[in-house]
């Protein structure tokens, strides 16, 4: 009697550890998939998510949480191949008329051809704020890490932890940033031949179908997130934390080589697609 009695508890202690471990990043505990019939699929105990898309349909995911603000991690290994017309979308999205967005975009390409990656930055239903890149390495050969740095002072897109964009809050100067709405993480990999690779000139070859991305190693640990309307987890957001960082002047050398050697677009250059002139904070 003894015996079992101490051993119960220590056996759910071990139990509780093992769950609070396994949570970050599994996609479990962290997703829902929410389209395609079956051509998203968890795998490896929770460790990966596959995307497909064939003729019939693509297919996606949204996590569970809510998040006001984060910086949030996830590793994509992107279609390869003729990957010409496909889209993986990855990004946060509040809800309602007037949501706010950060987006990020993989556009496929012919084999051999880059990939693009395309972000933009939705402030109460507007976006019209893309800026596109090529990327130093070939995205669909391995898993490399992208991630949202969301807080008051900006949003920082990263690839590898390399800055590549950073959207500052200049709310003072009338511009809109994102502060209040909680926003899910949203993926999916779909179709979008009419627009997508060198601008809808290069259409599906579906013989190669059915198209697959993958994602590992979620971590979404620096956040603010809520699980429910009414239940926010507890974030750290003291001083020093990820909440209050903007970039360092290495970083700012880091997305200075990014941009002069990779970005393919910007939309606070476009003076054609803007002639009534371009967004104040091009001017900021
Ligand atoms: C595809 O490759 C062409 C040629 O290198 C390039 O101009 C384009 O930006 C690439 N990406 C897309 C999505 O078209
Ligand atoms: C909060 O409520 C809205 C509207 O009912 C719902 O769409 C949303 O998913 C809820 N948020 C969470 C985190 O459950």
Redesign the pocket.
Known sequence: MAVSATKKPLLLLSLFFFVVAASAGNFYESFDITWGEGRAKILEDGQLLTCTLDKTSGSGFQSKKEYLYGKIDMKLKLVAGNS?GTVTAYYLSSKGATWDEIDFEF????TG????IHTNVFTGGKGDREM?F?LWFDPTADFHTYTVHWNPINIIFLVDGIPIRVFKNNEKSGVGFPTSQPMKIYSSLWEADDW????GR?KIDWSNAPFSASYRSFNDQSACSRTSNATWVACDANKDSWMWTSLNNHQYGQMKWVQDEFM?YNYCTDYKRFPQGLAKECNL
């Open positions: 010409a556009l496929g390409n012919l051809q880059p990939y693009t596109q090529h997508a690779t060198q601008g290069v393919i």
